[in-house]
Structures are given as C-alpha cells and as structure tokens.
C-alpha cells in the first residue's frame, strides 16, 4: 500500500512544480521594462536628436517590441505546451488514480463478495446443519412415537392373547365339566340300565325257572287261566255297569254314592261323582307300565252334553301317562251322558292308585 501510493506523489509535485514555474514565467514577461536600461534614480538629460537617428531608433524600438511579441508569443506557446502537458499529464494521473481506485474498489468488492459468499456458505452450512438436526429431531420422535405404538399394540395385543386365553381355558374347562357331567350322567344311565337290565335278567331267570318248575302244570293252570281271565273281563264289565249305574242312581238322587267313593283317588277334583267316573274308566283302558307307578299326571277332555269326546289335552304331569290317557280317551270315544254340560273335564290319572 504504502509503494503504491509514493508514485502519484510524487507526480503530484513535478506538476505542481512545474505550474510555479509557469506562472513565474510569465510574470517576468509581462513586467515592463525601463527604457535605457540604466538603474532607476538617475537624472534625465535632455539630448537633442535628429530626425534619421530618431526614425532608425523607432525602428529599432519597433522591431525590439516586434521581436518581444514574438519571443512572448512563443513562451505562451510555449508555457501553453507546458500547460497542456501538465493537464494531460494530471488526467492520465488522475485516470490512473480513478482506476487504482476502481480496482480497489473492485478488489475490496470482491473481498466482500467473497466475505459474503463465505457468509452465506456458513448461513447454508448452519441452516442445513439446523435443517438436518430438526429432521433427525423428527426422525427421532417419529421413531419414538412407532415405538411407543408397537408397544401399546402389543400389550393391546397380549392383553387381548391373554384375555382370550382366559376365555379359551375357561370354556375348555366348562367344555371339559359339561363332557364329565355328561359321562358321569352317561355312565349313571349305563348303570341304571346295567341294573334294570340285570334285574330284568334276573326276573327273566326267575321266570324261566318257575317255567320250568311249573312246566307241567302249565297245561292244567292255562285252563285255569283262561277261565280266569274270562271271569275277571266279566267281572271288569260287570263292575263297570254297576259303577255306571251307581252314578246314574246317586245322581237322580242328589247323594253321595257308591260310585263316588270308588272314584277314589281317579276324581277330578275330589267331590265330582262324574269325573271320577271317567276317571277309572281312562285308567282302566290305558296300557300301564311299571314305570308310572309312583306317577300322577292331570288330563283335560272336552265332552258334548251327550258324552261325547271332543278333544282330550293339554296334558300336565308324566308325559307316559299323558300319552297312555290320551290313547284310553280317544279308545273309549264317549262316555255316558253327563247330568249336565260339564264341557271340560280335569282327570287327575294316578296308575299307582289302581
């Protein structure tokens, strides 16, 4: 910096120098000079001059001022040469001092460009370093929060395997309860029927054994028994008459008879003469096993006023002797005329009681 700025320096002073000397110059020329050359102060004397002298010393004087014009002239030319150097020499210095300083500007313009340019690859460096840690920020929370939701997924998820394989052992277990009531049930029936079936065997050995023993009696005791059997069908209808016609007489008479007291346990409702009539002519029809002893079951039966039977259920009770009354209503068809319109009638069967 500092060699540079010692050459326009010294320019500055050689031109300014020169200026002086140009303005000196012309000083000295245009300062008039004293006739005679002589120093001042002196005395004038007055001399007595011809003409011709006169006229040869007005010529000289003439040309002396001629030759000054032109020695004048030729300095103006001249200091105007020195003038004109010196503008030329101040603008060629002042052009090369304006483009020192353009290209300094220049320079320290491109200093700044490349500071700013420096600055905004730092800016960028920065912003993508900022940029870059947010979105590992990001990243990092994103992969927080899927992992935070695998986890609750899959203690949702555990949950749920566990609560269904409480559900699963807890039907497995009722599944495996009800398949051992069920066995226990089965083998119960099992055994029922094991024991009915060796109880049947037994009275089958029993019965084949009074077969055998009675095996020579059996012509004379089936004489016997069919004679029986007629008497006791006999005796049947014979007592079922007396039966009707002991209701019909009771009836007639407004009193209790005989009829009703042999209704027994077969009457509706304990005090109907006319059901329990029905009654024992239901039971005495039905087909009694040895299952329904014990068993009771109540049957409604709508009748005509003639005796009539209309329809016979619903049926309340063991549904054997429900079926087994229902098939003895619908044998007999109708009954004898009722004293009155009963229309339906509650028959209490009890096989047991006859």
């Known amino acids: 910096m500092k060699r540079s700025m010692t050459g326009p320096v010294v320019v500055s002073l050689v031109l300014h120098a020169l200026l002086i000397l140009a303005f000196v110059l012309k000083w000295n020329l245009d300062k008039p000079k004293r006739p005679g050359g002589g120093g001042g102060g002196g005395v004038v004397h007055a001399v007595v001059i011809d003409e011709l002298q006169f006229k040869q010393h007005a010529e000289f004087v003439k040309q002396q001022k001629v030759q000054q014009q032109q020695e004048q002239l030729q300095k103006q030319e001249e200091q105007k040469k020195v003038l004109e150097q010196t503008r030329q020499l101040k603008e060629q210095e002042t052009i090369r001092l304006r483009r020192e300083e353009e290209k300094k500007q220049a320079e320290k313009e491109a200093v700044r460009k490349k500071e700013i340019e420096r600055q905004k690859l730092e800016n960028e460096k920065k912003i993508a370093l900022e940029k870059k840690k947010l979105e590992e920020k990001k990243q990092k929370e994103l992969e927080q929060k899927r992992l935070e939701e695998e986890q609750k997924k899959k203690q ?119 059901s329990g009539l029905v009654a024992d002519m239901v039971k005495r029809n039905m087909l009694i096993d040895r299952t329904m002893f014990g068993k009771t079951a109540v049957l409604k039966v709508r009748i005509a006023p003639d005796g009539l039977v209309i329809s016979a259920g619903p049926c309340d009770g063991n549904p054997t002797i429900c079926n087994a009354g229902i098939a003895a209503v619908n044998r007999i068809g109708k009954f004898p005329k009722p004293p009155q319109d009963y229309g339906v009638l509650s028959l209490t069967l009890d096989p047991g009681g006859q």
Do not use: M, V
């Open 156 to 274: 949702e998820k555990e949950k749920q395997d566990a609560e269904k394989k409480r559900l699963d052992d807890l039907k497995k277990k009722e599944e495996e309860l009800k398949k051992k009531e069920e066995e226990l049930k089965k083998q119960q029936e099992l055994k029922k029927q094991e024991e009915l079936k060796k109880k049947q065997a037994e009275e089958k050995k029993k019965a084949e054994e009074q077969k055998q023993a009675a095996a020579k009696k059996k012509e004379e005791e089936k004489k016997k028994a069919e004679l029986k059997q007629k008497a006791d069908a006999a005796a049947r209808k014979k007592e079922a008459q007396q039966l009707e016609e002991d209701l019909f007489s009771d009836l007639d008479s407004d009193t209790p008879g005989s009829a009703g007291n042999k209704a027994g346990p077969g009457s509706g409702n304990g005090d109907d003469q006319y």
